[in-house]
């Protein structure tokens, strides 16, 4: 479709698809690490959560039996609001910035955890199905998988973000592999890449030396993960993430453009 025609498309549909205020309260009552951000900010994640909404199925991934789930409203913008907070501050048009989640349509919500559906292969080469149970999933070129426990829990109780690390290594997975580096080129990616590195590696360090770290430490697992919950740590804590690794932290604000304490995006 010819870009224009795709983009006033998109603008009828913020009209006419437009988050009723009362659940869009709702959800942000939800998740109070975004209190503190301005009106714009909040208004344009309220429009790109709105065309997620529309572009994406948000669909249960148990529909009958006793463990079935009923994906509400409420539930689909709360993960739709989380999801959008990576793209926030990219791009100039609201419309644009959902190009990075262009790659896939769906997310679908267990109704608790569910077994891996990734396959792994062992040193002999074997592939071998996993029957991990995990709390989320995202599928290079398919969908996003999230347990709704873990989402509803929320960072405050939890301690994790689940929906923005999926979507952190949606958002890692756009230049082909997941190596925690989002698609920059250049300069830009060389500074990324080395700000990660480094702090990586002592985070690393810390938790091989038996240290009690106020990050999850799954985060050092590879550097993959690392950036799926720093990226947690960016948005739902940001003042411990820039307290820990400042240079890092001011790499991930460059990307994603958003001041995450200050609660705006960078103009
Ligand atoms: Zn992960």
């Known amino acids: 479709m010819f870009a224009w025609l795709k983009e006033r498309r998109r603008k009828r549909l913020l009209d006419d698809w437009a988050i009723p205020d009362a659940q869009w309260q709702a959800a942000l009552h939800e998740l109070p690490f975004l209190d503190h951000y ?15 909404l529309v572009e994406k199925n948000i669909v249960s991934g148990a529909d ?41 349509d769906n997310v679908v919500v267990h109704p608790d955890d ?48 689940l929906v923005i690390h999926e979507f952190a290594h949606k958002i890692d997975l756009l230049d082909g592999e997941v190596d925690g580096i989002p698609p920059l080129h250049g300069e830009a990616r060389r500074t990324f890449a080395h700000a990660i590195g480094a702090a990586f ?27 799926a919950v720093s990226c947690e740590v960016f948005f739902a804590e940001p003042e ?25 995006i960078l103009g």
Request: aromatic fraction near 10%; include cysteine.
């Open 38 to 52: 301005d009106a714009a900010a909040l208004a344009r994640l309220r429009e790109l959560s709105t065309l997620f």
């Open 201 to 227: 590696d002592d985070f690393r360090h810390r938790v091989e030396g038996d240290e009690d770290t106020a990050i999850d430490p799954y985060a050092a697992e590879d550097i993959g993960e690392f950036f």
């Open 64 to 104: 009958d039996g006793p463990h079935a789930l009923d994906v509400t409203p409420l539930m689909r913008i709360i993960i739709a609001a989380q999801a959008c907070l990576l793209i926030l501050g990219r791009d100039e048009s609201v419309t644009e910035a959902l190009h990075d989640y262009g790659g896939f």
């Open 240 to 264: 411990l993430l820039r307290e820990e690794y400042p240079d890092y932290f001011g790499e991930l604000r460059r990307y994603f453009c958003i001041d995450p304490v200050a609660g705006r």
């Open 114 to 161: 569910f077994p891996s559906t990734q396959d792994y292969e062992d040193e002999a080469g074997v592939v071998h199905t996993s029957d991990e149970m995990v709390l989320g999933e995202s599928l290079p070129q398919g969908p996003v998988l999230l347990s709704w426990p873990a989402v509803e829990a929320g960072y405050e109780d939890s301690g994790m973000a």
